[in-house]
């Protein structure tokens, strides 16, 4: 063989499809929303196009026990993902560090990002309208590449400088806290609501 792949950046996906499960998760994201005034604060004043607990609220799976349900879903999926990046946690295991609401208004978009202080990052959607903004990845090497030429539209996901994820409803992410990521503007007519999180 040639040539065989190096340094990979792995992306899992899982779909949480419980239908009552969503429900209520929404019905406590909207409550948040409409009862944090800290966070309503901190999402106008840093022109966040909706609501955000992500300043606001670091007790969410006390404050309700369907984020503590969400939680304990969650911590099977994460366990899994850290198995298949194969890393060495003498024994450990990765804990939750945060975890916040994000209600995210039409035409609302997060700039490119990443998580520091983190090993795994990564976000539940809860309600996912038609045409909502999709997630997008950067490849990590791409400060480095410079007179690099650009990937053929064809080229297999693994070499393309930026993939993109559709989520729906029930969908689960998780990656590297290093990985850059963002939410691009959509179309979507209502409200994007998504859980975000860190584990350490």
Known sequence: MPSRPLFASLFYEASLDDPAFLAELEQSCRTLAEDDGAGRRWSREHHYRGYTSYASLDDLPTRDPRFAELVRRLNRHVAAFAQECAFDLGGRRLRLDSLWVNVLKPGGVHSAHIHPHSIVSGTFYVMVPAGAGV??????????????????????ESLRTFVTAEPRPGTLYLWESWLRHEVVPGKGKTDRISISFNYR
């Open 135 to 156: 997630l997008k990845l950067e490849d990590p090497r791409l400060p480095m590449m410079m007179a690099a030429p650009t990937r053929r539209a064809d080229a297999p």
